[in-house]
């Protein structure tokens, strides 16, 4: 059975920074691509990065680029999300996607100001 499990959301102060985790089990990690999606209340999920089979290739929303970075470690079946400069906007719940089927509960992150 996969897994997919976000973790390290939290409340930020506007400029903060804050790491999410997302580890996946129950297939072969390193065969698959990871994104992380956003959504906050009464809106759709929003792509927000992804990275490709072995962590060489990322891709970035524009809206994120330049303040989020992505990376996995295959060893561990784990992809992070570094997001560094955080605005209001960035409050959300984030999930982690491996492959085009499998998803995650979500992680939520809160602007605390």
């Known amino acids: 059975q996969v897994q997919v499990v976000e973790s390290g959301g939290g409340f930020v102060q506007p400029g903060g920074s804050l790491t999410l985790s997302c580890v996946v089990s129950g297939l072969d990690f390193s065969r698959y691509s990871i994104d992380w999606f956003r959504q906050t209340p009464g809106q759709g999920r929003e792509w927000a990065a992804g990275i490709d089979l072995d962590g060489v290739k990322t891709y970035y929303a524009q809206f994120v680029k330049g303040r989020f970075t992505i990376s996995r470690n295959n060893a561990a079946n784990t992809v992070t999300l570094r997001m560094d400069n955080l605005k209001v906007e960035d409050t959300a719940v984030y999930y982690c996607?491996?492959?085009?089927?499998?998803w995650g509960e979500g992680t939520q992150v809160t602007d605390s100001s």
């Open positions: 996607k491996a492959g085009v089927s499998y």
